[in-house]
């Protein structure tokens, strides 16, 4: 009798086990995808940022552009005179 028991003890446990090991293993996937989710929102972050600081930068040329239009034009407006 005991030692039925105890098998019928072992193969309980032995589901459990089997059981937990699966929802670890559902748990991994989980994990894995949320890890490829968060890779992919790092590499589009990263591109974005590049964009900006290339636009950023664009803008900054572009202003410095315009900065020299506008003394351009104040010394043809006031030929040379500062006010």
Known sequence: KE???S???????????????REQSAGLVQISKA??????ATQRNA???EEVAASSDKMARQAQAMN????????????????
Do not use: F
């Open 47 to 49: 591109a974005t940022s």
């Open 35 to 40: 890890m490829n989710d968060l890779d992919q």
């Open 3 to 5: 030692i039925l028991e």
């Open 7 to 21: 098998v019928q003890k072992s193969t309980e446990i032995s589901h459990e086990i089997a059981s937990a090991s």
């Open 68 to 83: 020299a239009v506008v003394k351009d034009l104040s010394r043809l407006i006031y030929g040379g005179a500062r006010r």
